[in-house]
């Protein structure tokens, strides 16, 4: 007889969704069982032929479905303000450009974000970060780039890693600085551009606040040759890149994206066959932001089926900001995806799992297999499909951190 697996915990009497096989990702192990230890899970698979387990605890599921943690892997949860007003004055007929020359916009919220401490925007963050977290987030990735200026960024960053340890989840985060164009550098793009690889980058990168590095490729944000810029700096870092793409217009961002190696180009709407091609051939994941597309009733659908022919990884994230998306929910996202995208229940299951986990660079989150953080998310519900197909309501039963 085996000795038995010493473990911390064990969940047993689970329908499990490991999503350990990206060719069926939404393939369900009747009768599972999930084994922990030093946070780490050493086993996932069907209690049928599992070894005996010695564990400190075990938690019976009692048939609840047992997922990976979810992972939004884009968004801009800390910032300063609201930007509720606007939304309203939209809906009253108020253009963008109009609510921008009032002091709107972008510039409101890098106005009060500059404002903040970091305390302060952990206070105002954290309410929006616990709410990810009763749907069942484990990881979240924060971006930088609503403070436009080096002592901003960093306690924006600050605060994001503040959050993380305060509230139980792995936080990623992300310099934004090539977001937007500050007004005191106004008409002054390539300027700014030097400040945030000569000054910004390298300070935050020093101080180990620098995950990743994203940039805003767009014609109210940066050129492909000042993006270019940005990722030559970081990759001299060895910093990993990423980019919003393709959102508003086809500036060939994702391919140039795709060049360097990205984890991700994100929002695509207008993505065109050489942009998929390139992402295929780099490895790049697709994030698709239903809640953006939704929020400023965007018409231009993403290329979803050219992108499944590509075989390009499609991952889902809530784009959780003040100006175009306040969403914190992964659920209503995935079911965004759905209803908006047309994707599949498997794909968007695979979305906020493992293409999520990759779109982040992370090969230890994502998925119930040996090896991986043991953070999981048990769920009353029985069906997969049924946390894609409601809106609204809070399934999760219980939520598990690297085994807590």
Not at 53 to 61: H, P, Q, V
Not at 180 to 199: H, T
Not at 216 to 223: D, L
Request: proline letters at 5%; charged letters at 20%.
């Amino acid at each position: 007889m085996s000795p038995a697996l010493s473990c911390d915990t064990v969940w047993s009497h689970a329908r499990l969704l490991p999503m350990a096989d990206p060719a069926r990702p939404d393939a369900v192990v009747e009768a599972g069982v999930v084994a922990a230890r030093d946070g780490r899970i050493v086993y996932a698979g069907p209690a049928d032929g599992a070894p005996a387990f010695e564990a400190g605890r075990t938690i019976d599921c009692a048939g609840r479905l047992l997922t990976p943690g979810l992972i939004d892997c884009h968004t801009h949860l800390v910032y300063g303000g609201s930007r509720a007003g606007e939304f309203e004055a939209r809906l009253a007929g108020a253009g963008y450009e109009a609510i921008a020359r009032a002091g709107g916009g972008i510039v409101s919220t890098m106005r009060a974000t500059r404002a903040a401490t970091e305390a302060d925007l952990v206070a105002m963050s954290a309410p929006r970060l616990a709410e990810m977290i009763a749907d069942g987030a484990t990881t979240v990735e924060i971006k930088s780039g609503y403070g436009l200026e080096l002592a901003a960024e960093r306690t924006m960053l600050r605060a994001a890693r503040s959050l993380g340890d305060a509230l139980d989840v792995s936080v990623v985060t992300t310099f934004l600085g090539a977001h937007a164009l500050p007004p005191e550098f106004a008409g002054r793009a390539d300027a700014y551009i030097d400040e945030v690889v000569q000054v910004m980058l390298p300070a935050l990168a020093a101080e180990g606040l620098v995950d990743a590095v994203d940039a805003f490729c767009e014609g109210i944000g940066f050129s492909p040759a000042q993006v270019e810029r940005v990722f030559t700096a970081a990759r001299a870092r060895g910093i990993p890149v990423k980019l919003h793409a393709e959102q508003l217009s086809n500036l060939h961002g994702a391919a140039l994206a795709a060049r360097y190696g990205a984890l991700s180009a994100d929002h695509l709407e207008h993505l065109d066959g050489a942009g998929i091609a390139a992402m295929a051939a780099a490895g790049t994941v697709a994030t698709l932001l239903p809640g953006a597309y939704y929020f400023t009733r965007e018409t231009v659908l993403p290329p979803i089926d050219a992108l499944r022919a590509g075989g390009v990884p499609m991952a889902i994230a809530t784009d959780c900001n003040p100006g175009t998306s306040p969403l914190t929910s992964l659920l209503l996202a995935m079911n965004m995806a759905a209803t908006l995208f047309r994707l599949t229940v498997a794909e968007c299951l695979a979305g906020v799992t493992i293409h999520a986990a990759r779109a982040l660079g992370r090969d230890d989150i994502g998925a119930l297999v040996p090896g991986h953080w043991a953070d999981l998310a048990v769920w009353d519900v029985t069906q997969p499909a049924e946390l894609v197909y409601r809106i609204g309501g809070r399934p999760l039963h219980a939520r598990y951190w690297r085994g807590r």
